[in-house]
């Protein structure tokens, strides 16, 4: 159960696919925390399967950074479905319409659909469409987690060592860029963040730059 400290999304990658009177859908679902992420995937989709009659995308994210809103408890979400060709209101909309009604959020979903030479009516497509989203969210499963932020850290060489430190022990995840200095880009839990922050802050004496 969605408490106003968690969210339901999808726990992984994930597709599933069947067919309807010849015509092959694929619903294909993966988690994704910024509006960005989601077009990636969509875009990532739609050049595998670019061969495809229509790549019908569908997601739900925070807007913006991905961060959390002024309102406790509240993330600003943007919502968004194409039809992709699809008669309007057949595709993406019904595809969308499963993530709100399960409470699914930082998701994506893309359902190929390659035509089979039977046209399905707005209904039929619209309960395919559902179906592809359904099966594929049953495929890779629900879980419950906690709003993250990004953590940006920058430092000198020689404080690298303790902030990557700190970050491993702190268990959150984090991507390294070694140039002429090393940024340091983490994805915390909101509830951790300020603590982190403090805790780098600390370590370094202040020589941490953090966004």
């Known amino acids: 159960m969605e408490t106003p400290n968690t969210y339901r999304t999808a726990a992984g990658r994930a597709s599933a696919e069947f067919t309807v009177q010849g015509s092959r859908f694929i619903g294909h679902l993966a988690p ?46 943007r919502e968004y479905a194409n039809d992709d060709g699809e008669p309007t209101g057949s595709a993406g909309k019904p595809a969308l319409n499963v993530l709100e009604q399960q409470e699914i959020r930082n998701v994506v979903a893309v359902v190929t659909r390659y035509y089979g030479g039977t046209n399905l009516g707005v209904g039929g497509l619209a309960r395919a469409y559902s179906r592809a989203v ?16 990004r953590v940006a850290a920058t430092v000198a060489y020689d404080d690298s060592g303790t902030v990557r430190g700190i970050l491993e022990s702190a268990g959150v995840e984090f991507d390294a860029d070694y140039d002429a200095e090393v940024a340091f880009e983490a994805r915390v839990p909101v509830a951790d963040a300020p603590e982190l922050r403090d805790r780098l802050r600390s370590a370094t004496s202040g020589r941490v730059d953090i966004e």
Do not use: I, Q, W
């Not at 989709?45 to 994210?61: G, Q, S």
């Open 32 to 77: 994704a925390d910024t509006v960005d992420a989601a077009e990636a995937f969509v875009d990532e989709v739609r050049a595998e399967f670019d061969d495809a009659t229509h790549n019908v995308p569908a997601y739900r994210v925070p807007a913006g950074d991905g961060g959390p809103s002024t309102a406790p408890g509240e993330v600003m979400l």
């Open 134 to 149: 359904k099966e594929g969210l049953d495929a890779a499963g629900v879980v419950e987690e906690a709003p993250h932020e």
